[in-house]
């Protein structure tokens, strides 16, 4: 489906790979400028010379959104390239190898907590005010199917889903009336490259373990980023205007087992 986006700016973390790049090639494709985000700077290399006939929509960002300088470069690449903010796409996010909490090491938890959790909560406080000033925005938080069970990950990144889904809701009660929708999108599997900073490797991320969870749905299989960048889109759409704190599964009926 087609949207309007023309005029709008958005900013999608880990914007040059899987879901996140999906995002950013249809949201430019409908008219969007936008700031894509990534810790790797060839992946960001390469997304601009794939864009180059588009060049004018697009801003390429390097950053970790685990750092609070690298987001304030973030969002003040979108106002100082593109003169405002209307998107916003917390989509980086790493894994934690299946890991249980009593194998779980300290510097394990703290690093997929601060990726999936810390580095929305920071984006998002950096882009409100903005927002806000402007009398509109979306924030579209990428969560997980493991926000809404116990089963579907290790216990850092189940805990950090969850801790999105919260994040979400908040955000979607405080600022609703100030004109921002704040939506959650908790995608099944995806064929993406996410991995424990990066690095998809199925063997060590335990991938085989949620397979057999997954191959228990009935139909179940694996998404394509372009899939999941579908309903991200339409959550970041005007046709989405009275959807706001949703919790959305993109998982092929998983949730339904």
């Known amino acids: 489906m087609a949207y309007t986006f023309n005029g ?3 900013l999608v973390t880990g914007g040059a790979s899987g879901i996140g790049k999906a995002v950013v090639l249809e949201l430019i494709a409908q008219g969007a400028s936008v700031v894509a985000v990534d810790m790797v700077e060839e992946r960001l290399t390469q997304l601009a010379a794939e864009l180059q006939s588009q060049s004018d929509k697009l801003a390429t960002c390097l950053g970790n959104v685990t750092s609070e300088a690298d987001v304030d470069r973030m969002v003040e690449t979108a106002t100082s390239r593109f003169g405002r903010l209307d998107i916003l796409v917390n989509n980086a996010g790493i894994m934690d190898a299946m890991t249980p909490v009593g194998e779980l090491s300290t510097e394990l938890w703290n690093r997929v907590l601060a990726v999936n959790l810390t580095g929305p909560f920071l984006l998002s406080r950096k882009a409100i005010p903005i927002m806000v000033a402007q009398g509109e925005g979306r924030i579209v938080n990428v969560a997980s199917e493991a926000g809404l069970r116990g ?27 100030q004109g921002i929708r704040c939506n959650a999108v908790c995608p099944g599997g995806v064929e993406t490259n996410i991995g424990i900073g990066g690095d998809y490797n199925p063997t060590a991320l335990g991938i ?6 997954l191959q ?9 980023p372009v899939e999941l960048a579908a309903v991200i889109t339409f959550l970041a759409s005007d046709e989405a205007s009275f959807v706001n704190g ?3 599964a993109a998982d092929n009926g998983w949730s339904a087992v």
């Not at 850092?156 to 919260?166: M, R």
């Not at 085989?208 to 969870?213: A, F, K, L, W, Y």
């Not at 228990?216 to 394509?224: D, E, F, L, M, Q």
Request: glycine share 12%; aromatic share 6%.
């Open 246 to 248: 949703a919790i959305l």
């Open 151 to 177: 089963s579907a990950a290790g216990a850092a990144y189940t805990a950090s889903k969850h801790g999105v889904i919260g994040l979400t809701k908040n955000t979607a009660f405080m600022y609703g009336p």
């Open 8 to 10: 709008k700016v958005a």
């Open 216 to 224: 228990a749905t009935a139909g179940s299989r694996i998404a394509k």
């Open 208 to 213: 085989s373990r949620v397979m057999g969870v």
